[in-house]
Structures are given as structure tokens and as C-alpha cells.
């Protein structure tokens, strides 16, 4: 008996201390405005473990080794502590009636005594009515002074005391039950005990689960796939998840709260919430549910009421730990089973595949063969991004060296970046393309989509490998794989959402290949899914009449690249791209109009193209002659990443300048490139590219503000993109994929470089001023 009261104590101050004592009477103050009261009352109790062994080793090692012992503890302190609360409430509330009652008979005549007193008891009965709003005589206590349940000086047992010094009655912590049939017995027998004459709360009416933090992430306590989890296990525990949600199942219901009455009419147990079933986590589903409950008070049975049921949403996801995730996107042909999670009540908002889970479970024994089951009881919230303090020291060199000029430092990263691939030079353009895609990576939004456009997809492809290894997540797709997300049935009829590459890829980036070799059907979900920035959730044509459709948002940057050589000989049923030309069957938008950046590898003339070949030539050919000593990147890896996380944690704003330029630019191309026919050249989401490629351009030249020069940088892409096209740029751009071998690095990213996109950006604005002039918001 001594352990248990040093546990219920322990418990005790662990709420006071915590916050929780002051939560439960806010928490009650807001239910008795209520009308009516909610059936059950609802008040989580969040448990820091690192804490909580500050004030109990024992209590702090239940929670992890027995949690469902530990619930009840925390269950029953809550219990009494919402007694004692609300009995203190009641009587708060009754002093301040009876003083209005008082007042208003004081401030009446003598003719009208007995009709105010008769209107002040018509409000008072009024507010005591279920279906009635509170009086407005009746005042909520003031929440703002609070007073605490535990007092620091005194012993145990006057602590317990203490905390229970307003309840007429004494409670037994260790015999609850036997406490409620004693309150029960003094309640008219067609009298709620929740009703608002008295807001006493039976044990069975109180959820409160355990929210459990703190937990160290050790290998002790996270499990790393199935092999991790026991198979003797005696009692439920506690343990970590962290991994990447790869298919989930549509929602569905469980009881929560359920009521019984008894069958017999002179008892006590006819009570409304006498004999209440509430789901407790750890618990199996079916034991809310009685199948013949016996009155406690009397032994009669028990008959439900349908009526009063409660039921909420519940959900199984699939997940997959780091290490698996890890590796199937470097091997798409593995296949690992997955952990089976349950999440219930408000974890069920914001899951969708591909999302980052990390969670508190409690692993919850079954029958052997059955593997035991997890249950969900806390999901972290994503950490924050937490950048290095400072750069690393060939970046730090960098910034310095290139401070005195706004394009330079964006340009010698491309210029450096996957040297190891190709030499330095080439592929200039796809390299910068990539590099800002890199750094518009997010799990709010979509990234950059880049399309790498070229006869040698062999290097495109190496080079999308190459830079995918520094998104924050990659998935390199496989035809194995699906491409967006599928549904299927399982056995016990539940619908399961299984995420393709595109959700899968959440907040990172997603390698679809040779988007020359795709089908029709494969291009139109793709395109679709980036044009609208949604994914929808294929079914089958069984299924499509009884699932609802599933949508997801797209969190990914894509990344293909396409051979125009590769296309099928195109029929008369077909509609020929005016940019691409090959053939797109029904597609209500073109290759290059969905992704944001398109890169041209090649040129009309071919002349940068056999020069870059050389070079290209030249470097296979040196590191064959010395396969075991590869040369050094000039950008090392982890200096790289590290660099590329300050980039993504930036958070920037657009300036005057650059808002003008980027709206000003799209509303004149617009108007000159536009068709009557085939409408205009410059899609209507270029205007998003366009600010996209601002922002992260700005974020690689570690700027907080998007000022006129990275608008400029973003409009030379563009343009770059629309010569290719066409064959002509309005902005006398011409396209260089590849950097010129034989040209000094001042020419190409130093002060000459500097020059040129000055001029470029006078003339940009002089664009702007003659074919916009009639539009003041632009000007």
C-alpha cells in the first residue's frame, strides 16, 4: 500500500508541476458553459519521461515498462482531482448566485420583491435545464487565479488530504467505485451524476490517455523493423518509431464511449453514467463493448443504450524505418516488410504516404502467431531544421571571395558542382537547374521540377543520380513501382492507399528517368500531377464505384530527362508538341509547360556540344588509366549537404524590384509570344517558376531578400528556355547548355560575367516599360 500511495503522490506532483492541474480546471470550467455537457470528458495527460524522473525513478520506469499500470494511476489522480475541482467550482458558482439573488432583492421595491425573486429563480431553474443556455445570473469563475492542488510542505498524507479538502465527502484513492456508489446513493435514481446540479464525473466518464515524450533515442528504445519487435511479450510497453509512411488505410470507426443502464428500476446503477465503457489504449476494442455486464451495484444485467454510443476514426499505416527507407531508394527491387501502426482521434489529420512519422508506441501483446500490435501514442512533430552554425571552409572562402558580386557565387557552385560526372563547364545550365531545385526542396511545397532535354540521356540520367544524393529524401522511380498512388482491398474489406514514387518522394525528390520511354497514361498522370500540384489515387474499375476519390498534395521536386529521338512515329489521331515534336495523344498540356525548368542540352549549330563531348572524352579516358584513385570532388559531399541545409532553413522575402521584374516580364512575353490559334508560348504557371527560381537563387547566394538580380538570374533561365523553343528570344539570349572550354573563368562567372547581366537586366527593364507602359500596377 505504501508503493502504491508513493505512485498516486508522485503522479500528483508530476501534474502540478507540469502544468496539468491548471489544464484539468480550464479544462472543467470550459465543459460547465457547456450546454449540455459533454458524455465524456476528454483531457490528455502529457508525460515527460527526462522530467519526470526528477521527482520519481519508480513512476518514470512504469510509464516505460508498464504503461497501461501507469495510465491507470495517472487515470485515477485525474479522477479525484476533477472532483475535488468541480465540487470547489459548484459551490464558487452557488456563493456567487446566492450574493446576486441577495443584491437584487436589496435594490428591489417592496411592491415587485416577489416578482424579481420569482424571475431570478425562472433564470436559475433555466440554467440547471439541459436544453437550456446559462442564465445570464450565473458567473464563470475566474480561471486567471489559480490555485494549486499541492502543497509542498506537508506529508503524504496530507497532501492527498489537502487536495481533496473541498469534498464533503472523503474519497478513497484505492476504491473508487465504491466512492461513486456512495455519491450515487445520495442522487434522485432518474438523476444524471454528470447532470448540471451537481458535475461530479464518474471514473468511466474521464479519457484521459498518456502522451508520452521525452524518451531518449537510443537503440534500446527505437524499433528498427519487424526483427525488433518481442515475441514473448508478457505486458504492453513503450517504444520509438521513426520512418516513412508508404500506404494507408481509409479511416474507420471504433467505440469509444459507450453507456450502460441497470435493468432493474429500484437501483442505483439506472444512473445515466454510472456504468460507462471508455476505449483505453493497450486495451483490446472489444472489451468497451460487453457482452453480458452485470450491474456492479445490484448484479443485474446491464442493457446498453444505442442511442448514447460514441464512436471515433481510426487508421493503420505502413511504415518503413530509415534504414529501409534508405535503401530502397537505392535499390527499388528490394522489398521489406513494414510496420504495422495504428493511429487514432486527431493523429489521423495530416498522414498522408511519404509523410516522416515519428511517434511514441506502445507495443501491445497478442496471441502467438499474431505479432504484437502498435499503437500510436504520441506523434512527434517534424524536428526543426537546425543548419550548421557556420559554413563549411571552402563555401566559407567562396562567400568572401564572391561577395563584391550578386551572380557569382551561383555560378562557380554550378560551375563546381558534380565535376566528378562531367567536367566543369558542362552541362553548365542542368547543373544550375538542379542546384536551385536542390534548394527549393520543402515538405510545405512542391520543388522544381527539371526536365533535361538531350540525344545522350545516358550522362542526364548519371547527373540526376549524382544530384539527388543531396535532396533531403530521393526516390529514383522503377517501372516496378507505381508512378503516383494505387488503392486496394484487403481481406477484412478495409481500402489501403499505397503511394507511388511521386508521394513517396515527400519532401525531397523524385528521379523519374527517361521520360521519352513512359507510356501515354503514364505521362498523362504525371503531367497532371504537376500541373495541378495534386496527386490522384488510381483504383481499379471494381473499386472506383465504392472508393471516394483521393486526392494528396504534391511534395516533391521531379526531376526527368527526354531523348526527342526517342518518339514513336506519330498518327494521324495524335497531336504534335510545337516544342518538343512527338506526340502527346489527348494531353491537355505540353511536356515543357508542366515542368518548371527545361534545359536544352544541345544547340542548332552542335558547335558547344562536340567541344563539350571532348572534354568529356578526355576525363573517361583519364580516370580508366587510374580506376583506384578517383580524382578529389571540388566540392566535397558532406560540406555540400551541409551547405545546402543553411540554403533550404533561409527563409526569404520578395523585394520591390524583383516582384516588378518577375510581373512585368510575364505579362509582356505573354503578350508578344501570344497565338490566337495555339494560344501563347509562356504558360500560365511560368509566373510561379519563374518566382520560384528567384527564391532560390537568392537562397543560394545566402540572401534573406529576393532583390532584383535574382529576378534577373530567374528571367535569363526562362528566356534561355523559351530561345530554345522557338528559336528566337525577345531579350537577344542565346542559349549556352554547355560553358565555352577555351574562355577565361572572368569571362564566364567574374566581372564580366558581372557586366553582362547588368545589361541584361537594362534591358529587361526596358522590356518591361514598352510593352506594359499602359499598366499602372505593373510600373
Not at 431570478?120 to 446559462?134: L, V
Request: charged share 15%; with cysteine; aromatic share 6%.
Amino acid at each position: 500500500m505504501e508503493r502504491a500511495d508513493n505512485l498516486y503522490i508522485s503522479a500528483l506532483r508530476w501534474l502540478d508541476a507540469s502544468g496539468g492541474l491548471d489544464r484539468l480546471r480550464s479544462a472543467l470550467v470550459a465543459r460547465a458553459a457547456l450546454c449540455p455537457a459533454l458524455k465524456v470528458f476528454s483531457t490528455p495527460v502529457y508525460v515527460n519521461v527526462m522530467y519526470l524522473r526528477e521527482i520519481s525513478e519508480e513512476l518514470a520506469d512504469l510509464v516505460m515498462s508498464r504503461p497501461v499500470e501507469a495510465q491507470q494511476i495517472f487515470h485515477r489522480v485525474v479522477h479525484v482531482a476533477s472532483v475535488a475541482i468541480s465540487l470547489q467550482l459548484n459551490s464558487s458558482s452557488n456563493n456567487m448566485l446566492e450574493a446576486s439573488v441577495t443584491t437584487q432583492n436589496d435594490t428591489c421595491p417592496d411592491d415587485d420583491h416577489g416578482a424579481q425573486h420569482n424571475h431570478c429563480a425562472k433564470n436559475y431553474h433555466c440554467a440547471q435545464d439541459d436544453h437550456c443556455p446559462p442564465a445570464p445570473a450565473t458567473d464563470i469563475p475566474d480561471t486567471e487565479h489559480l490555485t494549486s492542488l499541492y502543497l509542498e510542505n506537508q506529508d503524504k498524507c496530507q497532501k492527498v488530504a489537502t487536495m481533496l479538502g473541498a469534498v464533503t465527502k472523503e474519497l478513497s484513492k484505492v476504491d473508487l467505485n465504491a466512492t461513486l456508489q456512495s455519491l450515487a446513493s445520495n442522487l434522485p435514481l432518474d438523476a444524471s451524476v454528470s447532470g448540471d446540479a451537481t458535475t461530479i464525473l464518474t471514473p468511466a466518464q474521464i479519457h484521459a490517455p498518456l502522451r508520452v515524450v521525452g524518451i531518449p533515442w537510443v537503440k534500446e528504445w527505437v524499433l528498427g523493423g519487424i526483427k525488433d519487435l518481442p515475441l514473448y511479450l508478457q505486458q504492453p510497453t513503450l517504444a520509438l518509431v521513426s520512418g516513412r509512411v508508404i500506404s494507408v488505410m481509409l479511416p474507420t470507426t471504433y467505440t469509444v464511449w459507450a453507456r450502460y443502464m441497470c435493468s432493474s428500476g429500484g437501483c442505483v446503477g439506472t444512473a445515466r453514467d454510472l456504468h460507462v465503457r471508455v476505449f483505453a489504449v493497450g486495451r483490446p476494442e472489444a472489451d468497451t463493448i460487453h457482452q453480458h455486464p452485470v450491474c456492479r451495484v445490484c448484479g443485474s444485467p446491464l442493457v446498453e443504450d444505442p442511442s448514447s454510443r460514441e464512436l471515433s476514426e481510426k487508421t493503420r499505416v505502413m511504415v518503413l524505418s530509415d534504414a529501409q527507407a534508405s535503401a530502397l531508394t537505392k535499390d527499388v527491387h528490394t522489398r521489406v516488410p513494414a510496420l504495422n501502426l495504428v493511429l487514432r482521434d486527431e493523429m489521423l489529420q495530416g498522414i498522408v504516404p511519404g509523410q516522416q512519422v515519428l511517434a511514441t508506441v506502445m507495443i501491445v501483446p497478442q496471441q502467438l502467431p499474431l505479432l504484437p500490435s502498435l499503437e500510436a501514442v504520441t506523434l512527434h512533430p517534424p524536428p526543426p531544421l537546425r543548419p550548421p552554425s557556420s559554413l563549411p571552409p571552402i563555401f566559407r572562402r567562396l562567400v568572401e571571395d564572391r561577395s563584391s558580386s550578386p551572380w557569382s557565387l551561383v555560378l562557380t557552385l554550378a560551375y563546381m558542382f558534380a565535376a566528378s560526372v562531367t567536367p566543369a563547364g558542362t552541362f553548365h545550365t542542368l547543373k544550375l537547374a538542379l542546384l536551385l531545385s536542390l534548394a527549393s526542396c520543402s515538405s510545405d511545397k512542391a520543388g522544381l521540377a527539371v526536365l533535361g532535354v538531350g540525344s545522350n540521356t545516358t550522362l542526364l540520367l548519371r547527373l540526376l543520380w549524382y544530384a539527388a544524393r543531396y535532396a533531403p529524401h530521393a526516390v529514383l522511380h522503377s517501372s516496378l513501382n507505381a508512378l503516383t498512388a494505387s488503392s486496394m482491398k484487403d481481406s477484412e474489406g478495409n481500402v489501403w492507399v499505397q503511394g507511388g514514387s511521386l508521394l513517396l518522394a515527400h519532401g525531397g525528390v523524385c528521379v523519374l528517368g527517361d521520360f521519352s520511354k513512359f507510356k501515354k497514361e503514364s505521362r498523362q498522370s504525371v503531367c497532371s500531377a504537376l500541373e495541378s500540384g495534386v496527386i490522384q489515387v488510381g483504383c481499379g474499375s471494381r473499386a472506383r464505384q465504392h472508393t471516394p476519390t483521393l486526392t494528396y498534395p504534391l511534395r516533391a521536386a521531379a526531376w526527368a530527362c527526354y531523348d526527342p529521338a526517342h518518339a514513336r512515329p506519330r498518327t494521324t489521331t495524335d497531336t504534335l508538341d510545337s516544342f518538343l515534336h512527338v506526340p502527346l495523344g489527348d494531353l491537355t498540356k505540353s511536356i515543357t509547360d508542366v515542368f518548371g525548368l527545361v534545359v536544352y542540352t544541345e544547340t542548332c549549330g552542335g558547335e558547344l556540344e562536340s567541344e563539350a563531348e571532348d572534354v568529356i572524352t578526355l576525363q573517361t579516358l583519364l580516370q580508366g588509366t587510374e580506376p583506384n584513385s578517383p580524382p578529389p570532388a571540388l566540392l566535397p559531399h558532406q560540406q555540400l549537404n551541409q551547405y545546402l541545409c543553411i540554403v533550404r532553413g533561409l527563409r526569404v522575402v520578395f523585394s520591390t524590384q524583383a516582384e516588378k521584374l518577375i510581373r512585368g516580364y510575364y505579362v509582356a512575353t505573354r503578350r508578344i509570344r501570344g497565338d490566337c490559334v495555339q494560344g501563347s508560348a509562356v504558360p500560365i504557371t511560368a509566373i510561379n517558376t519563374l518566382a520560384q527560381v528567384a527564391a532560390s537563387h537568392a537562397r543560394l547566394a545566402l540572401r534573406c531578400t529576393v532583390e532584383g538580380w535574382d529576378a534577373a538570374a530567374a528571367v535569363l533561365m526562362c528566356e534561355e528556355a523559351l530561345a530554345a523553343h522557338s528559336g528566337y528570344s525577345l531579350l537577344h539570349v542565346i542559349p549556352t547548355p554547355h560553358l565555352p572550354p577555351h574562355c577565361d573563368l572572368h569571362t564566364l562567372l567574374g566581372r564580366k560575367n558581372d557586366e553582362r547581366m547588368i545589361n541584361f537586366q537594362k534591358n529587361l527593364e526596358d522590356f518591361i516599360h514598352t510593352h506594359t507602359g499602359d499598366i499602372p500596377t505593373i510600373q
